[in-house]
Every structure is written in C-alpha cells, then in structure tokens.
Nanobody, 123 residues
C-alpha cells in the first residue's frame, strides 16, 4: 500500500521560509506527477504547485516567484521551498501523488494524498 508522508511544516514569521517534503513509499509504483495543495480554515483545498515526470511545473498565481517545487526521483520525494511567506499562506498543506501502481500484475493509475502538515505564518 502506497503512503505519502509529509514533513517540514511549522510556525514562521512573515517574510520567512519553510521547506516541505513528501516521501512516497510502499509497493511498486511509477510517479506520473506530484503536487502540493493547501486548505485554509473555511476554504476549499486548492492547488499550490505541481511537477510532472518530465519536470514540467505549474504554480498558483498567488505563489509564483516565491515557492519552488522540485523532486528527487531516486528518493520518491517532492519538495516545496516556500520563501517570502505571508500570513495568507497559512493553511494545511497536503501532498498529492498521481502514480502508476503495480496491482495484480498490471500498472493501474491511482491518486494518493498525504495526511497534511500545518503551515502558520504569523508574527
């Protein structure tokens, strides 16, 4: 069973930086794409950034120029470097993975979510 485990959240002052990590483990799989979403209190979960197997990236307009997504395929890990953080970046950040998972001899496309990590930007 594939699992996604996130780390790196916490409390940071405005203008500060954090780096989130998400490791995919368990089973046999191939990564199509991975991404980060966030959900603020009372709001819907929205895409922050994503990266495909061909290292094509996509960012929400609100984080362009401040956040950078990257991946280490050898470690099955995706990172989100967050700089110049603002109070409005406060949310629970969720890792998402679009995988091809070996299931009963076939590669089946499946989507997975991490448990979420809290990011709080406050002075």
């Amino acid at each position: 069973q594939v699992q996604l485990v996130e780390s790196g959240g916490g409390l940071v002052q405005p203008g500060g930086s954090l780096r989130l990590s998400c490791v995919a483990s368990g089973g046999t799989f191939r990564i199509n794409a991975m991404g980060w979403y966030r959900q603020a209190p009372g709001k819907q979960r929205v895409l922050v950034a994503s990266i495909t197997s061909r290292v094509s990236t996509n960012y929400a307009d609100s984080v362009k120029g401040r956040f950078t997504i990257s991946r280490d395929d050898a470690k099955n890990t995706v990172y989100l470097q967050m700089n110049s953080l603002k109070p409005e970046d406060t949310a629970v950040y969720f890792c998402n993975a679009d995988l091809q998972v070996l299931t009963k001899g076939r590669m089946i496309r499946e989507l997975y979510w991490g448990q979420g990590t809290q990011v709080t930007v406050s002075s």
